[in-house]
């Protein structure tokens, strides 16, 4: 009998068999206890000596090929069968998934920014929020008793004179500047306090991004085309900026950035009282005092700094129209970000 | 602050619109916050940064927009007039301490006539906000706003021998105000006193003993510079707020002190038919600040720019500073008496930029060298957040300042010490939290209030405790489970009530994220797990008990919480990550299910089997639990999962039965369990 022959045949009629009764016929056929398989196995002892090796090693060989082939085709029946379940399924019902979770808007505006000024090659670093009122002041070319101290009305703590909450990231400033020399590339995002009455536009508790950066040439262009950067990956291409002269005690020259207002496109509304403008942020060059006070020689160095609300951006992008909602932590309010 | 447009137009020409000309203030530093069409002119609020108090008045706004326009200023330069009246006796000035008052004048003006401002002034006045009250203090308010120099009109009949002493208050001493209340002083207080008695505060309020009235004659005018800290510390403690005040807080100078005394005796001589007797003054003659050297190179360097020595003799010069050319490009410069706020170089640039034009000034891009080692830990925070969201946790936000109330409410043990706060403005302001679950709790309760099923958010933040010499500042994370969670699954909705062991999950996937090993949870009793790694106390998880939960107003749900303090916790990460290679062999697994006593802890019973299965077992968990129905009371039903195997061939059953057998066998002896 010729086996290779028998195997044809066989291959054939898999190849034929196009549903899962059909195969289990063909198994029965060749497989099952009376089927081919068996009668040939069952014939070798009617063989001659020898002649009864060679025929039981093909026997087997076939055997065992055809194992694989009827594994393989049933695969192949079954997945298709799977295919046609799956017709089945209404896919308008709900999918089926673990819950996500996600993170604070303030936390994911952070995270933007910080993204964006650690690509052109900034680090991010923290800093305490308690804080000494030289860091958070006199470090800061803010005298104790002047009026440039009264945008930062502070709270101080009961029990340790000199101490306080910070009100703005600035401080860290002063912090990284003792513990490095330059150059330095930094931005400190933070929570920051400062003891205002609580409305839709203020809370005594909020987060500021820092920035900033001293090396030998650091010029207010470089400020400019940094801070143009940004603006444009945060609010978008077709934004304009502008620079007003500001004063800040610790930069020199000042200025507040505008960007054209992303809600009427600088033709002026409501959101920016008509102006066409949104002051987003306060920047300079820091003042040569600052780089004294923490030891830098102010003739060698220079550098630029920036700070920003970060709940005002929020704001601004999410087009959010209470400051309160941030920490109200609604889940209402959470889930949309 | 506000000026109007005809009233700028007293000092100069100008020849572009209100719109355009608040937006070259604007530009120049001087934000018009609004501008306004009103009685036939225009006002602008302007927003004065604090370092310029002379762009507190008409003229110093006209002075800029000479500067930033080139049209030229209007002079402002009263005379003294000679003095016709004789016979008449000189003030006497006193002053107590010159380093309080630099300055003090007194003008001495007779048979004044009292009544009201004409219409015009009247107008002018209120266009600014300020009330009309009679010719002598509308003519002080005109020039208070008009140069910027606050000046105050006493009733010269009133005061005790014609004597002006600028003292500091005696202890005790009392004065009442122009505002009708009585005010009690002392030695940190400078008054403008008589022989008597104090008859103003300086620099801030008149007293009502020698105001000007209708039946007012002769006055007395002054005008003085006060120390700026004093006036400063007197406005804070007595909340007496005035436009005089806000000046000499900032700083006023000499020479418009001196201009304003002439400008004002020049307008009651005309409004109030009034006539100069006399003037004296008294004080130290400024020391004249020494000229700044300015490069043009340094302009640039600073600014980036391409300005030149021209342009910037130009800018300088019409902002009224002197200058002296020095070698090229290089200036000596000294500042105009009003610019008090000019001290170095870098006080210039900032001037010459301004008027320059920032949008003039290019944009560059600098090279930034970045210095690694000095990136903090928010990369690893920042992980620590996704992995928690993607546990199906919601990152929260609370106030770092809670009420003490709140934090005895939420069952939390407070330090030893808590860390207050000074000058809070309310009570929900009164501690720095020294934990982040009070938040967390009221967080939950705040949204079960509003129709959550549940609610499950973790916070990252820093929590304070009082310590010697300073507090101590930690970043902690807190976690809070609350109410069941609807999870769908093929077989339809299971609600899933979270229990301690949520959290226990949410922390062992956590740890394992971050290559923390060695981490061990303990129950310390009441719903209390202590949490430690490497056997450092670590932080612990707490099933909220009834008592707290009521106090809360939460009812129905348990609450689970957890608090790790991240210091520690990020101290043990380790994100060495090695490749062990995937084994060759297949495993083979074999459960084991049973019930136990459920006062038998499963950690024992784990160990057992893992002493037990070595070396083939490799692992050994619980992969389903129950009780209920075919489970005898006091008993659970457990499933162990036991995975066998060898890195060097496929375990055959031979080998492999008598080992599992005798692990069921060693469960029976020692933990009286009963194979189901």
New interface residues.
């Given amino acids: 009998m010729d086996i290779k022959l028998i195997q044809a045949q066989i291959e054939t009629d898999l190849a034929n068999a196009i549903s899962p009764q059909l195969l289990e016929e063909l198994r029965v056929k060749y497989l099952g206890r009376k089927g081919l398989i068996a009668e040939l196995t069952a014939s070798i002892p009617t063989l001659a000596a020898q002649e009864r090796g060679a025929f039981g090693r093909e026997v087997n060989g076939l055997k065992s090929k055809l194992l694989t082939l009827f594994a393989e085709k049933e695969k192949n029946l079954t997945g298709s069968i799977q295919g046609e379940i799956n017709n089945n399924i209404d896919i308008g019902m709900?999918g089926?998934a673990?819950?996500?979770?996600?993170?604070?808007p303030?936390?994911q505006i952070i995270?933007e920014i910080?993204g964006i000024f650690t690509r052109?090659?900034?680090?991010?670093?923290?800093g305490?929020?308690?804080e000494t009122e030289n860091n958070n002041f006199t470090g800061l070319n803010i005298p104790l008793?002047?009026?440039?101290r009264?945008?930062f009305d502070t709270?101080?703590?009961?029990?340790?004179p000199k101490?306080l909450?910070r009100s703005h990231t600035s401080p860290v400033q002063v912090r990284?500047m003792k513990?490095?020399k330059p150059?330095?590339?930094?931005v400190v995002?933070g929570?920051v306090?400062r003891?205002?009455?609580v409305d839709a536009s203020h809370l005594?508790?909020f987060h500021q991004i820092e920035g900033f950066?001293v090396?030998e040439?650091?010029?207010?262009?470089?400020l400019?085309?940094?801070l143009?950067?940004f603006a444009k990956s945060v609010f978008g291409r077709d934004i304009k900026m502008?620079?007003?002269?500001?004063?800040f005690?610790f930069t020199?020259?000042?200025?507040?950035v505008d960007i054209s207002c992303i809600i009427c496109k600088g033709k002026g509304c409501s959101v920016c009282g008509r102006k066409g403008w949104l002051e987003i942020l306060g920047a300079g060059?820091i003042?040569?005092n600052v780089f004294k006070h923490v030891g830098y020689d102010p003739e060698k160095y220079?550098g630029f700094a920036f700070g920003m609300g970060i709940e005002r951006i929020a704001m601004l992008k999410y087009g959010i129209n209470d400051i309160r909602l941030?920490?109200?932590?609604?889940?209402?309010f959470?889930?949309q970000f | 602050m506000k000026v109007t447009y005809n009233w700028l137009k007293d000092f100069l020409n100008i020849k572009i619109s209100p719109k355009s000309l608040a937006e070259k203030l604007?530009?120049?530093?001087l934000?018009v916050v609004s501008l306004e069409e009103a009685g036939g002119d225009f006002v602008f609020e302007i927003e004065i940064?604090?370092?310029?108090p002379d762009w507190l008045s008409i003229l110093g706004v006209a002075r800029e927009i000479s500067a930033v326009t080139g049209t030229k200023l209007k002079a402002v330069n009263p005379k003294e007039p000679k003095i016709k009246v004789k016979g008449i006796k000189p003030v006497n000035i006193s002053v107590q301490d010159k380093k309080d008052c630099s300055f003090y004048s007194a003008r001495v003006i007779r048979d004044v006539k009292i009544g009201p401002s004409p219409q015009w002034l009247k107008e002018r006045l209120e266009l600014l906000g300020c009330r009309s009250v009679n010719n002598i203090v509308d003519i002080t308010n005109y020039v208070l706003f008009e140069l910027g120099h606050p000046l105050h009109a006493f009733d010269l009949d009133l005061l005790n021998q014609e004597t002006i002493v600028v003292r500091r208050a005696k202890p005790g001493e009392k004065i009442t105000t122009l505002d009708d209340q009585q005010r009690l002083l002392g030695p940190e207080t400078l008054v403008i006193a008589d022989n008597e008695k104090p008859q103003a505060i300086a620099g801030i309020m008149g007293g009502k003993a020698s105001e000007v009235t209708a039946r007012t004659r002769n006055i007395l005018l002054e005008s003085a510079v006060f120390n700026?800290?004093l006036i400063?510390?007197t406005r804070q403690k007595s909340g007496l707020q005035s436009e005089s005040a806000y000046r000499f807080?900032?700083g006023v100078n000499l020479e418009t002190a001196k201009l304003a005394s002439l400008a004002a005796q020049g307008l009651i001589c005309k409004l109030a038919s009034g006539k100069p007797c006399g003037y004296k003054s008294i004080g130290i003659a400024r020391s004249t600040d020494p000229s700044i050297k300015l490069e043009t190179a340094y302009v640039n360097?600073?600014?980036?720019?391409t300005i030149s020595a021209p342009k910037i003799r130009q800018i300088l010069k019409a902002l009224d500073f002197c200058l002296k050319a020095q070698r090229k490009g290089a200036f000596l410069v000294k500042a105009p008496g009003f610019r008090q706020d000019i001290k170095?170089a870098?006080?210039l640039?900032?001037e010459i930029?301004?008027i320059y034009g920032?949008?003039e000034?290019?944009?560059?891009?600098?090279a930034?060298?970045?210095?690694?080692n000095?990136?903090?830990?928010?990369?690893i925070v920042?992980r620590l957040?996704?992995a928690?969201?993607?546990?199906?946790?919601?990152?929260?936000?609370?106030?770092?300042?809670i009420d003490r109330e709140l934090l005895a409410r939420s069952g939390i043990k407070p330090p030893a010490q808590l860390?207050?706060?000074?000058?809070?403005?309310s009570r929900e302001?009164e501690v720095?939290r020294p934990s982040l679950l009070p938040g967390l709790i009221r967080?939950l309760a705040?949204?079960l209030d509003?129709q959550?099923e549940y609610?499950?958010?973790f916070e990252i933040?820093?929590v304070?405790s009082?310590s010697a010499g300073?507090?101590e500042?930690r970043l902690s994370l807190g976690i809070a489970l609350c109410g069941s969670?609807p999870i769908?699954?093929?077989q339809g909705l299971v609600r899933d009530e979270f229990i301690l062991l949520h959290l226990k999950g949410i922390l062992e996937r956590l740890f394992n994220n971050l290559g923390i090993r060695e981490y061990d949870f303990s129950s310390q009793g009441s719903g209390l797990v202590n949490v430690a790694i490497k056997q450092q106390e670590t932080g612990f998880m707490l099933d909220l008990n009834k008592q707290s939960l009521d106090a809360l107003g939460i009812k129905n749900k348990r609450v689970i919480l957890a608090e790790i303090n991240l210091e520690k916790m990020l101290s043990h990460i380790n994100l060495d990550k090695k490749f062990f290679s995937i084994p060759r062999y297949p495993a083979v697994t074999r459960d084991i299910s049973f019930i136990i006593k459920d006062d038998i802890p499963v950690q024992g019973l784990l160990a057992a089997i893992e002493a037990k299965g070595l070396p083939l077992l490799h692992s050994a968990k619980i992969v389903d639990y129950y009780q209920g129905k075919q489970i005898p009371p006091g008993f659970r039903g457990l499933t162990v999962s036991c995975v066998y195997r060898a890195n060097d061939r496929t375990l055959t059953e031979s080998e492999l039965a008598p080992l599992h057998n005798s692990i069921c066998s060693l469960l029976e002896e020692r933990f009286g369990i009963k194979l189901r």
């Fill in positions: 709900p089926i673990p819950t996500l979770g996600s993170v604070h303030i936390t995270d910080c052109m090659g900034f680090c991010v670093v923290e305490p929020e308690v008793e002047h009026p440039s009264d945008a709270f101080y703590l009961k029990d340790y101490l909450l990284a513990a490095h150059p330095l590339a930094i995002p929570r306090y003891p205002d009455a005594f508790m950066l090396d040439n650091i010029r207010f262009s470089d400019k085309g940094t143009s950067l502008r620079f007003r002269p500001h004063f005690p020199e020259p000042s200025a507040e060059m003042h040569p220079t941030f920490f109200e932590n609604d889940l209402r959470l889930n | 604007t530009m120049a530093g934000e940064t604090s370092n310029r700026p800290v400063r510390r807080e900032r360097r600073i600014l980036g720019s170095s870098i006080d640039v900032e930029g301004r920032y949008p000034i290019p944009q560059t891009l600098p930034i060298k970045p210095n690694l000095i990136c903090g830990q928010r990369d920042s957040k996704n928690l969201v993607g546990l199906g946790l919601q990152e929260a936000i609370t106030y770092s300042l860390v207050e706060i000074l000058n809070p403005l302001q720095l967080c705040y949204n509003r959550q609610a499950s958010v933040a820093n304070f009082g300073s507090p500042e969670r769908l699954t093929k």
